[in-house]
């Protein structure tokens, strides 16, 4: 049995070791023959004040804003993501994306309000993307990736086609996408009941149009299903008997979204304006209607001038309750108090510079670095500064 | 109830005549030395992937609604929404 195994073994390593040898000179010319092609970095930080009654934390801070039931949503967070793309040859490209988030929380979580065990998370994720000419009108791409924090981890993937039509004039695509969650389904007193996990499936279609030489529109729709635990397992529900239950979903969510987008360029004033609009339903009974205007002003050669504002607003979930009936366990109902699943209007506006280092502001060839603060508060009370600087360099 | 569903109506048909207004004025064929502008970077689907990637997780933590963006409408993070 003993030297089975270790024939085994021998046969493992052989195999893995000549998988890597074929990998590796299946891979090495083509690392050889390629060049960088884009080097994107991007540091974030984030300040978020608020109050929801799914969180039991700091609770007593709460009491003269909302009542006592409504905890606390305070979070920080630091947010570093990066891209580095490769050129292989000419009709094959690859990019992998990392972003690291550190969350300082003594929010909506039921770790900290039980322990304090997670007032520092850390989460991460890793995303490769491989594109493809396939012809000069068709391209493809795929992408993997990996995303791993406190109490979840979860694989996704993606494989995306488009068509340039009309000479280049209209483009058409579909992709089809999978993502795949692990997690801990910690209670709201701190209990970890094991491992859950949901699925999501998301099939989406687009298109672009050049409508003028200098108007384009998108249209995008995309069709979401899960399946699963999908309930966030340690969100607080209060019940009318002053305890807390844990909230409760169903286990599928079918979400349609659809958005349209146009962008316009001024050469006179050298300015472009970009305007979007998605509607939103789903089997949750939320609708939301989200618009956005950016406006994209130069200041001389060297110097982009960025403004955005959007409005987003959303109907809440139809088993959304502040306080429940303290029979809501016993009776097995569905239930959520997250502020995120309420109905509430959000107003975003945003300012952002960028300096172009060398190259002229046209498609490819730029060299930059923007810095840029945003604005998010919503009804609920909720509000976040964002503060971000970012380099970006293509080739 | 009757009055929300006569509103969801409308705004599903105002978003039908957009697209359809939008796919119309698209016949026209703009050739490729007249597209200099719409080359313009700040012309595209996504000035700066990663602004949008950073973006976007700040609405889909915080929002319930997402989607729409060729990106799934859920799932991959600690969140419910």
Same mark, same amino acid.
């Given at each position: 049995?003993?030297?089975?195994?270790? !024939?085994?073994?021998?046969?493992?390593?052989?195999?893995?070791?000549?998988?890597?040898?074929?990998?590796? &000179?299946?891979?090495?010319?083509?690392?050889?023959?390629?060049?960088?092609?884009?080097?994107?970095?991007?540091?974030?930080?984030?300040?978020?004040?608020?109050?929801?009654?799914?969180?039991?934390?700091?609770?007593?801070?709460?009491?003269?804003?909302?009542?006592?039931?409504? @905890?606390?949503?305070?979070?920080?967070? !630091?947010?570093?993501?990066?891209?580095? @793309?490769?050129?292989?040859?000419?009709?094959?490209?690859?990019?992998?994306?990392?972003?690291?988030?550190?969350?300082?929380?003594?929010?909506? =979580?039921?770790?900290?309000?039980?322990?304090?065990?997670?007032?520092?998370?850390?989460?991460?994720?890793?995303?490769?993307?491989?594109?493809?000419?396939?012809?000069?009108?068709?391209?493809?791409? !795929?992408?993997?990736?990996?995303?791993?924090?406190?109490?979840?981890? &979860?694989?996704?993937?993606?494989?995306? +086609?488009?068509?340039?039509?009309?000479? =280049?004039?209209?483009?058409?695509? $579909?992709?089809?996408?999978?993502?795949? =969650? !692990?997690?801990?389904?910690?209670?709201? +007193?701190?209990?970890?009941?094991?491992?859950?996990?949901?699925?999501?499936?998301?099939?989406?279609? @687009?298109?672009?149009?050049?409508?003028?030489?200098?108007?384009?529109?998108?249209?995008?729709?995309?069709?979401?299903?899960?399946?699963?635990?999908?309930?966030?397992? *340690?969100?607080?529900?209060?019940?009318?008997?002053?305890?807390?239950?844990?909230?409760?979903?169903?286990?599928?969510?079918?979400?349609?979204?659809?958005?349209?987008?146009?962008?316009?360029?001024?050469?006179?004033?050298? #300015? #472009?304006?970009?305007?979007?609009?998605?509607? +939103?339903?789903?089997?949750?009974?939320?609708?939301?209607?989200?618009?956005?205007?950016?406006?994209?002003?130069?200041?001389?050669?060297?110097?982009?001038?960025?403004?955005?504002?959007?409005?987003?607003?959303? #109907?809440?979930?139809?088993? *959304?309750?502040?306080?429940?009936?303290?029979?809501?366990?016993?009776?097995?109902?569905?239930?959520?108090?997250?502020?995120?699943?309420?109905?509430?209007?959000?107003?975003?506006?945003?300012?952002?510079?960028?300096?172009?280092?060398?190259?002229?502001?046209?498609?490819?060839?730029?060299?930059?670095?923007?810095?840029?603060?945003?604005?998010?508060?919503?009804?609920?009370?909720?509000?976040?500064?964002?503060?971000?600087?970012? +380099?970006?360099?293509?080739? | 109830?009757?009055?929300?569903?006569?509103?969801?109506?409308?705004?599903?048909?105002?978003?039908?005549?957009?697209?359809?207004?939008?796919?119309?004025?698209?016949?026209?064929?703009?050739?490729?030395?007249?597209?200099?502008?719409?080359?313009?970077?700040?012309?595209?689907?996504?000035? =700066?992937?990663?602004?949008?990637? $950073?973006?976007?997780?700040?609405?889909?933590?915080?929002?319930?609604?997402?989607?729409?963006?060729?990106?799934?409408?859920?799932?991959?993070? @600690?969140?419910?929404?």
């Amino acid at each position: 049995m003993r030297a089975r195994l270790c !024939f085994r073994s021998r046969r493992a390593r052989l195999t893995t070791l000549v998988a890597i040898a074929t990998a590796a &000179s299946t891979l090495a010319p083509a690392i050889a023959t390629s060049q960088v092609d884009e080097v994107r970095v991007r540091l974030s930080g984030y300040n978020q004040h608020g109050f929801g009654f799914q969180s039991r934390a700091s609770v007593v801070d709460a009491l003269p804003l909302m009542g006592n039931i409504a @905890g606390s949503e305070r979070l920080g967070v !630091f947010q570093a993501l990066g891209r580095l @793309g490769v050129r292989q040859n000419d009709r094959v490209r690859h990019s992998l994306d990392l972003a690291v988030d550190i969350v300082t929380s003594a929010s909506a =979580d039921a770790l900290d309000a039980v322990s304090s065990a997670s007032r520092v998370n850390e989460a991460a994720t890793i995303e490769g993307r491989t594109f493809v000419d396939v012809t000069d009108n068709d391209h493809l791409t !795929f992408n993997l990736g990996y995303h791993i924090e406190e109490t979840l981890k &979860s694989g996704h993937g993606n494989i995306s +086609y488009v068509r340039d039509l009309a000479q =280049d004039n209209a483009t058409i695509g $579909a992709s089809f996408g999978l993502v795949v =969650d !692990f997690f801990d389904p910690i209670t709201p +007193y701190g209990f970890d009941l094991g491992f859950v996990r949901r699925a999501t499936v998301n099939a989406n279609l @687009g298109a672009s149009q050049i409508l003028s030489p200098t108007t384009i529109a998108y249209l995008a729709y995309g069709l979401t299903y899960q399946v699963g635990t999908l309930q966030q397992t *340690w969100n607080a529900v209060p019940l009318d008997n002053f305890d807390r239950a844990a909230e409760l979903f169903p286990r599928t969510r079918l979400r349609h979204a659809a958005t349209l987008t146009l962008a316009q360029r001024i050469p006179i004033t050298r #300015t #472009t304006l970009r305007g979007s609009y998605r509607l +939103y339903r789903d089997d949750f009974d939320v609708t939301a209607h989200t618009f956005a205007l950016t406006a994209f002003q130069e200041l001389g050669e060297r110097v982009v001038l960025e403004l955005g504002y959007r409005l987003h607003d959303q #109907t809440a979930v139809s088993f *959304w309750t502040q306080e429940a009936p303290s029979d809501v366990v016993t009776r097995g109902a569905f239930r959520s108090a997250d502020s995120d699943l309420s109905a509430f209007r959000a107003h975003q506006a945003s300012i952002g510079l960028r300096f172009v280092l060398s190259g002229n502001g046209e498609a490819r060839g730029e060299e930059s670095v923007d810095v840029r603060y945003l604005r998010y508060a919503r009804s609920t009370g909720l509000h976040v500064d964002l503060f971000s600087i970012g +380099y970006a360099r293509e080739f | 109830m009757v009055r929300t569903g006569m509103k969801r109506a409308r705004f599903l048909r105002i978003f039908v005549a957009l697209a359809i207004i939008s796919v119309q004025a698209g016949c026209v064929v703009v050739p490729a030395y007249k597209r200099e502008h719409v080359g313009h970077a700040t012309m595209r689907g996504s000035v =700066d992937p990663l602004l949008t990637s $950073a973006d976007r997780k700040l609405h889909t933590s915080r929002e319930a609604a997402s989607g729409g963006d060729a990106r799934p409408a859920g799932g991959g993070c @600690g969140c419910s929404n």
